[in-house]
T-cell receptor
Framework: SQQGEEDPQALSIQEGENATMNCSYK?????LQWYRQNSGRGLVHLIL?????REKHSGRLRVTLDTSKKSSSLLITASRAADTASYFC???????????FGTGTSLTVIP | DGGITQSPKYLFRKEGQNVTLSCEQN?????MYWYRQDPGQGLRLIYY???????QKGDIAEGYSVSREKKESFPLTVTSAQKNPTAFYLC????????????FGPGTRLTVL
């Protein structure tokens, strides 16, 4: 399977703390994307990082990409209860036309 | 408002019946996708379409069929050949297939009784 793997599968933190989740993948990629999914809803795109980029920021989100290790991390700073959701990475291999989604990290932020 | 809609939100069907899930977008996107999500798992690609009148199988196309007669619409039929159809189905669209992020609909939860 080319599907990525997120780590940890579940994460529970206090409001105000930082949350870090990781994604590992198997093939060379054009880009990697992070999405968020609230329970029972569709996914919302958070950030896209291209293979020639190492770090990207968007508001309280910071994404890093290490293509040599085939891994990425998503950092959410100063977490809020509203950040409670599942977070998925999706990779776009440089050999195909589809994304491969990881298994997701379930984040719970306790008020 | 621009967006992507799926209907219905919940769908119940008896085993052995075909069922069609609707997906419509007014974002003027060329590419559209159907994914299946099972509890606690990631998304798996069923079919995708890069352009009108063209579509490609994803990783789990068996037991499903699609059509792309209009740019705005990409309906998915879950046939009786699909052995385990109960799942959450998500439709998405993007400007193009490569290098763009996807916009997702709210999903349809299909339960086969």
């Amino acid at each position: 399977s080319q599907q990525g793997e997120e780590d940890p599968q579940a994460l529970s933190i206090q409001e105000g703390e930082n949350a870090t989740m990781n994604c590992s993948y198997k093939t060379s990629i054009n880009n990697l994307q992070w999405y968020r999914q609230n329970s029972g809803r569709g996914l919302v795109h958070l950030i896209l990082i291209r293979s020639n980029e190492r770090e990207k920021h968007s508001g309280r989100l910071r994404v890093t990409l290490d293509t040599s290790k085939k891994s990425s991390s998503l950092l959410i700073t100063a977490s809020r209860a509203a950040d409670t959701a599942s977070y998925f990475c999706a990779t776009e291999p440089n050999t195909g036309n589809q994304f491969y989604f990881g298994t997701g990290t379930s984040l719970t932020v306790i008020p | 408002d621009g967006g992507i809609t799926q209907s219905p939100k919940y769908l119940f069907r008896k085993e052995g019946q075909n069922v069609t899930l609707s997906c419509e977008q007014n974002l003027n996107h060329d590419a559209m996708y159907w994914y299946r999500q099972d509890p606690g798992q990631g998304l798996r690609l069923i079919y995708y379409s890069q352009i009108v009148n063209d579509f490609q199988k994803g990783d789990i196309a068996e037991g499903y069929s699609v059509s792309r007669e209009k740019k705005e619409s990409f309906p998915l039929t879950v046939t009786s050949a699909q052995k385990n159809p109960t799942a959450f189905y998500l439709c998405a669209s993007s400007i193009g297939v490569a290098g763009f992020w996807q916009f997702f609909g709210p999903g349809t939860r299909l339960t086969v009784l």
